[in-house]
């Protein structure tokens, strides 16, 4: 074998031990410990699906509204369930969202019994008569809910029906009705009625001259003591109230009743001058 020839084969044994040490070398070694702290964290993060809260079951499926004027609502929100039994079909309004579910179900239980009070008040007999009233969620926030009620009730041998209005403003808080009493005047508001400058609301313009002619027949102390006994609760007589009231937005509506041909019953807006 000539020179050239062995110095080529002992290079590349060379090589190859030196190969083979680097591979041993590489084999020794620990293999590093893999970071999962990232995997975890990004696991931790991860939010399951939101699922809608559960509601209470109901003569039929609650319908979820959208009040008027939301206030500075904190998360409270209502929905309208229907009472019906018979002829009878009258909805109202139950809040979810409260922190408090022993106080939610209070204020719920609240809201449905004056809803429906309007069944005695009126001595309706749920197979006989009829009777449909809508309710409205005015408004609702974490402190107070204002919910008004139209309708109509047809009595078993009534010449004709009789329109309905009534309201109800409640405490979320304490559980208490709040009324005319707690943002107006009973007093002020019928000197307001009998003045010039009355205002209605949502009356048709061939209506106005003969309410306006109604009006003038009732005496002022007649309008007062309507107003003084408005709104719930109801008295310890259980009697219905003529007079129906709600504040918003500053604004002040105010039912008072007329006679059947007029409508049988008016609403009046009044604006307080510190507003």
């Known amino acids: ?42 696991a931790a993060t991860e939010t399951a699906p939101e699922t809608m809260p ?14 008027d004027d939301a206030g500075t609502s904190s998360g409270v929100t209502a929905s309208l369930e229907t009472y019906t039994s018979g002829n009878v079909s009258i909805q109202y309004p139950a809040v979810s969202k409260m922190d408090d579910e022993e106080l939610q179900s209070r204020v719920n239980e609240h809201l449905k019994a004056n809803a429906l009070s309007v069944i005695e008040a009126n001595e309706v007999d749920e197979e006989t008569d009829t009777l449909t009233v809508k309710c409205q969620v005015v408004s609702v926030d974490s402190r107070r809910l204002t919910a008004v009620y ?41 000197a307001y009625v009998k003045s010039e400058d009355v205002s209605f609301y949502d009356l048709a313009a061939d209506r106005l001259s003969a309410v306006t002619e ?24 259980g009697s219905w109230p003529e007079s129906f009231s709600y504040e918003r937005q500053g604004t002040i509506y105010l039912s008072m009743p007329v006679p059947h041909a007029l409508g049988d019953y008016v609403i009046v807006s009044f604006v307080p001058e510190t507003k």
């Not at 329109?163 to 009973?186: H, K, M, R, S, W």
């Open 1 to 42: 074998m000539d020179t050239n020839r062995k110095i080529i084969i002992g290079a590349i044994a060379a090589a190859v031990v030196v190969g083979g040490a680097a591979i041993g070398l590489i084999l020794s070694r620990s293999p590093e410990s893999a970071d999962i702290s990232t995997i975890h964290t990004e």
């Open 54 to 67: 559960s509601t209470e079951p109901a003569t039929q499926a609650p319908e979820e509204v959208q009040p």
């Open 150 to 190: 139209t309708g109509s009730l047809s009595a078993q041998g009534a010449a004709h029906p009789t329109e309905l209005f009534y309201t109800n403003t409640l405490d979320l808080t304490l559980v208490e009705d709040i009324g005319l009493a707690d943002y107006g005047d009973a007093l002020t508001m019928a």
């Open 214 to 237: 109604y009006i003038a027949t009732v005496d002022e102390d007649t309008l007062t003591s309507i107003f003084e006994s408005a709104d719930f609760p109801l008295g310890e007589d």
